[in-house]
């Protein structure tokens, strides 16, 4: 048996191999606020026009002299589209064959609802306390049944939440620190299965590969943040976020896999498909923040921000089976290396601008450049274990690439207490070629590219101030 029909074979639990159904780099999502949203998330971790800065830094707790609550919820309506010649190998009696059908797949990335919510608690005028509640990393994806890929991906789902109490100190009113506890929740979903109409083989569509189904797990984490009031117009903030380990358990069925992935002889020694126990290790990566805001008139200000994230520490996606007893040509079967990402740490550059017309109006408009995750060209990896077929580091899960973001947004103040945010953006990247290959349930090569990456993001939030 070849390492890499096994390899393959388990590809499909892999329930962390998430889709940029995200839209931001990799798989995470910058959506903490309404007001972020509006300046394209510029500063968000300095200019605390709300406690929604608790998502970013825990120092900005200091900046509120009454207790502060806010809500909102982002809807992220998302467009990826992928287009490409896809070959499936057979056996006949005449000797090897294939058979090449050109495909398409729209807007596979699903709609999603992303809702928050924080609290900011002055104990003293030095000390505070502060909650938040988010997410950073998340997507939804689902492919047509007719799409001849559903046995690479069918349907893929990642949901986080971030429950975070944090406390912060304020010297002077000038400079502030703070420190978060970050109690991550994550469960996900994947779902393979033989195309729909399949054309080889009519009596075998759309049996399962492979269901994995609420695999999830808690992790605790930390924040640490500062902020400097350089004077009443001008004020810096620096972040960092420390990365999350998550082990996701679940369970993983079949149709088909008892009989793929193993010669009967072999089957004692692997676990069957059938609510068989799986770990996949999930390292989400740390990130750091910096955040400029300067007034330079009682009409307009400015904000800009740089994110460093370090996806390097994403290397690969590795499955742990407890039942298993197998070793593959000196190759240990746990762990199991489903597949070789090879991320690489990128930056996210923010500017905006914003407009005071009033005392009870602002109006925000930004820009912002966010560098993708995923490498460019060949996984050689995977390129040498396929015979040579080119398998680029992109894929159709992955979809990574460079966005652009243009957004706009504002706040409308009721009074001193009430005050209500909105703001929409849209964002777009480049079309990638993509070049994959599996061999469940018969070896098929997929040559094509995205043809189509963008998003519209809509967002409403609600502030109150006691």
Known sequence: MKKNLLRRAALAVAISTVSSGSMAAGFFLQESSTSGL???????????????????NPAGSALF???SLSGGLTYINPEIDAA????????????????????????YASDAFVPNAYLAVPLDPCWSLGLAMYTTYGLETDFDPDWLLTHVNDQTELL?????????????????????????????TLNTKVPGNFPLNPDVSNLSILDA?????????WTLGALWHIDDRTRLGISYHAEIELDLEGDVSSDILPTVALPPVLQPAFPPFDNASVTVPLDLPDTLELGFYHRFSDEWGIAAGLMWTDWDDFERLEGFFPGARLDIEDEPFNPLVLREENFESGMRYSIAGEYYPCEEVTWRIGYAYDEGAARDGLNRFETEENGGFPVTWRNLAIPDTDRQWITFGGTYKFDEHLSV?????????????IQDFTTVPLPTFFDGE?????????GASVNYTF
């Open 38 to 56: 509006g300046r394209a998330f510029a500063a968000e971790n300095t200019i605390g026009d709300n406690a929604a800065i608790l998502a970013r």
């Open 450 to 458: 995205s043809t189509n990456i963008e998003a519209w993001l809509f």
């Open 213 to 221: 189904d609420d695999a999830d797990d808690w992790d605790v984490s």
């Open 160 to 188: 986080t939440l971030n429950i975070a109490p944090s406390v912060a100190y304020d010297f002077n009113d000038q400079f502030s620190v703070g420190l978060a506890v970050n109690f991550v929740y994550a469960d996900a």
């Open 65 to 67: 002299d009454s207790i």
């Open 84 to 107: 490409g010649d896809i070959t499936f190998f057979f056996d006949t009696p005449a000797g090897p064959s294939s058979a090449t059908f050109f495909d398409t797949a729209n807007d």
């Open 421 to 433: 945010d909105g703001g929409f953006a849209y964002l777009w990247g480049d079309d990638e070629t």
